[in-house]
């Protein structure tokens, strides 16, 4: 058993692993009612940033509920509570549409009402304010996707007065859905300040990469749901830019990366500047 195994263990009760929905490292805490302990680096500010997001957004937004946070060592520790639910991407690949639709339709009503509610502060609230940057050379991005990327990058907005509270990962992958319809918002490591169309168009573009078959019919659910509380005006470009500023902010974190992740995220950049999204 490793340290922080020992630590949830003496602090909390008996801890096991999870996989499916958590970019981090993630443990069930078998208490009443469980808990979930998600592990990082102190060196990596996500799950610090999430932590801020869940405690701002607590009553606000359905997320799991902050408990609290440990720093042991080499690691921060951030515990929540336990949310049920199927996994939005589970239920995508069933193929069953009709409640893929209603999952769709919810996830625009939540990000319309409950997430992009929240215009843009003063910084106080401790989350991240989007950093637009022209995308830099890297050496395993070849120079030709660099320079068309970078065409893009001038239609991102920087006027804060435009910014809202974004998840920064929003899609089918990070949403519970239970039996009842209620929608949870999980994982906010990359929550930030910043344009509406930024959460608008990464869940687009997953559905449109992940689900080419069922894409139209789910992405103009969604759509049709969030225009109906907040009109928002986008176009094929407006939604490329905002997917490639998603894009380059991983690329940005892969220098140390294994190749086959780097070429796999390369790829990715390189079909959606052939692809049209919309």
């Known amino acids: 058993m490793g340290q922080v195994e020992r630590f949830l263990e003496e602090k909390y009760g008996a801890a096991g692993r999870l996989s499916g929905g958590y970019t981090n490292l993630a443990y069930k805490i078998e208490t009443n009612p469980p808990l979930v302990a998600k592990i990082a680096s102190l060196s990596n500010e996500d799950l610090l940033n999430e932590a801020n997001a869940l405690q701002v957004l607590h009553g606000k937004v359905p997320t799991p509920k902050y408990i609290d946070d440990h720093s042991l060592e080499s690691s921060f520790i951030l515990v929540t509570s336990y949310e049920r639910g199927e996994n939005g991407q589970s239920i995508l690949d069933t193929g069953d549409m009709a409640k893929a639709e209603a999952v769709f339709k919810n996830m625009g009503l939540v990000l319309a009402n409950l997430i992009h509610s929240h215009a843009y502060t003063d910084g106080s609230l401790k989350l991240r304010k989007a950093k637009v940057l022209e995308p830099a050379s890297l050496d395993f991005v070849p120079q030709p996707l660099v320079e068309k990327s970078r065409t893009f990058f001038p239609l991102l907005s920087t006027d804060m007065n435009e910014w809202v509270l974004s998840h920064g990962d929003y899609g089918s992958h990070n949403i519970l859905f239970d039996s009842d319809g209620k929608i949870t918002v999980i994982d906010w490591e990359w929550t930030e300040w910043f344009h509406p169309l930024v959460d608008i168009a990464w869940t ?48 940005n974190r892969l220098h140390h990366a294994d190749a086959a992740v780097q070429n796999n995220w390369v790829s990715r950049l390189d079909w959606t500047l052939r692809t049209n999204i919309l």
């Open 204 to 251: 687009l573009w997953n559905t449109k990469l992940h689900y080419p078959h069922m894409a139209d019919r789910l992405n103009q659910a969604f759509l049709k749901a969030y225009q109906s509380v907040r009109p928002l005006a986008y176009t094929e470009p407006l939604i490329k830019a905002y997917v490639l500023y998603k894009i380059w902010h991983l690329l």
